[in-house]
Structures are given as C-alpha cells and as structure tokens.
C-alpha cells in the first residue's frame, strides 16, 4: 500500500502564501486519485482539491479554495502540491492528503491517508 508523508505547513499572516506537498511511497496506480482534505477540531475533514494521476491529471476543487489554490503534481517525485494563496484565518487546519481509485469529496471514502501537517494562518 501506497504510504504518504504531508510537509510545507506551518504559521503564516492573513494574505500569504503556502505549498503543501504530499510524498507517496510505494507504487502508484495509474488512473487513481490524489485528495487534500482539511479538518479543525470537532469538525468533520473536509474536501479541499483532487487530482487524477495519469496522462488524464483532472483536478477538482472545493468552492471554498476555488481561484486561489491549484493542485498539481509531480510525477518523478511521487508527489503531490497544494498551493493556497491569499491565506486566511478561516483556512487554519490539518491539511491531509489520501489516494485512493475512486473520486469522491467524502472523507469516509477514503482509507489511505497520511499524518497531515498543521497550517495556522493568524497576524
């Protein structure tokens, strides 16, 4: 099974920028499908960006990072970005990645997930 490894979150101001990115070991299946998700305390995790790894790389998005963020993947590095511009505080979260064959924006649909990594936006 694939293992994936979250990194690049950290405390940043309203109105900047950050690049998530998620490293998969192991052997990725063509055609399966890369999700960032993101969850505050006692709320439920929550659908940020997709994309499809293949010759397809379809991406899809949450209404809420929509024009401000773009996923994108890297596929010689086995890794997956996130980049979220214009920050705020609203977007202070555990940001996660999984993979998995489906498409789906409900994280119980999805079983393979990483450690997630912590993005606190405040001035």
């Known amino acids: 099974q694939v293992q994936l490894a979250e990194s690049g979150g950290g405390l940043v101001q309203p109105g900047d920028s950050l690049r998530l990115a998620c490293v998969a070991s192991g052997r990725i299946i063509e055609g399966d499908y890369f999700t960032w998700f993101r969850q505050a305390p006692g709320k439920e995790r929550e659908f940020v960006a997709g994309?499809?790894?293949?010759?397809?790389?379809?991406?899809y998005y949450a209404n809420a990072v929509k024009g401000r963020s773009t996923i994108s993947r890297d596929d010689a590095q086995n890794t997956v970005f996130l980049q979220m511009n214009d920050l705020s505080r609203e977007d202070t979260d555990v940001y996660f990645c999984?993979?998995?064959?489906?498409?789906?924006?409900?994280?119980?649909?999805?079983?393979?997930w990483g450690q997630g990594t912590l993005v606190a936006v405040s001035s």
């Open positions: 999984a993979v998995g064959a489906h498409m789906s924006a409900f994280p119980e649909n999805w079983h393979n």
């Open positions: 994309i499809r790894w293949g010759s397809t790389g379809t991406t």
